[in-house]
């Protein structure tokens, strides 16, 4: 049981994801550590598409992933993407190419 903004849940509250490592890839792919520990691999080819990730299309952008507060920014925070979408549809880091 926990109790979160004046509610009680009987549930066990599931752990919040953050991102403690970053790294990009080749291929516009990124290798990104969890505070669970993990280590997944995740293509972000799919949402270069996307209006909010255009700029991500520029390699040299791309790179320039970084940390914020257990969330993956680039371009000063004006471009970010959720931990748990990163947890949720990356793969296992194991035995993955990373180059």
């Keep these: 049981m926990y109790i979160k903004d004046g509610i009680a849940y009987a549930e066990k509250k599931e752990p919040e994801i953050k991102v403690c490592g ?16 993990e280590a997944k691999i995740f293509d972000f080819t799919p ?8 700029a991500l299309q520029n390699e040299t952008v791309f790179k320039q992933v970084y940390i914020d507060y257990g969330i993956t920014v680039w371009c000063d925070g004006d471009i970010d993407i959720s931990p748990e ?12 190419v990373s180059a």
């Design 22 to 37: 970053v790294r990009p890839l080749s291929n516009y792919r990124l290798w990104v550590r969890f505070n669970t520990g």
């Design 47 to 54: 949402l270069l598409s996307l209006p909010a990730f255009s």
């Design 85 to 96: 979408k990163l947890y949720s549809e990356g793969v296992n880091a194991q035995g993955a």
